[in-house]
């Protein structure tokens, strides 16, 4: 994590980011820390059924996907676990099937396109009802599944566990 932060740092003094941008990012870096390792100690409910389990992963917007490929390979020993040739979506982990991090070549690039929280017993309807209950509007994604925003306009994915 302390590589991403650096980075969005040097892009911010750049000039390549907002302070907006920079902001939202680490703000959401940084909950993505602290939900994981709440999760991953207690099994958090939020209440009414939403259990959290972990932060399953973040996707990163990137301009050049096979330098970010060859980066999270050399630095962290990941391997590409899938990808969505058609969008441009490379998905990186330590095994088959579990994705640590997602790589979009999406402009802006150097941001965090969202993060995923994987849900016990996860079903969509039932997540759906729950979570407009709550006062969310879940939307379906095309690749990604069901996301909402939080109050800062974040991507959050919201999907079973795996």
Not at 5 to 23: C, D, M
Not at 91 to 98: A, D, L, N, V
Request: aromatic share 4%; proline share 3%.
């Amino acid at each position: 994590m302390e590589a991403m932060i650096s980075k969005l740092v040097n892009r911010f003094e750049a000039g390549a980011l907002t302070r907006r941008e920079l902001i939202q990012s680490l703000a959401m870096l940084t909950a993505a820390a602290g939900a994981a390792s709440a999760a991953q100690s207690q099994g958090v409910d939020s209440g009414g059924g939403i259990q959290v389990v972990k932060i399953d992963h973040v996707s990163i917007q990137v301009s050049d996907l096979p330098r970010s490929i060859a980066f999270y390979e050399k630095m962290f020993g990941l391997k590409v676990v899938s990808e969505n040739r058609p969008e441009k979506i490379v998905r990186m982990g330590m095994e088959m099937g579990k994705t640590l991090v997602s790589l979009h070549d999406k402009a802006p690039t150097g941001l965090v396109d969202h993060f995923a929280i994987a849900v016990e017993n996860f079903t969509e309807d039932r997540l759906t009802r729950e979570l407009r209950a709550r006062g969310a509007t879940p939307q379906r994604d095309i690749d990604a599944g069901l996301h909402i925003k939080d109050p800062e306009g974040i991507n959050v994915q919201v999907q079973g566990v795996r």
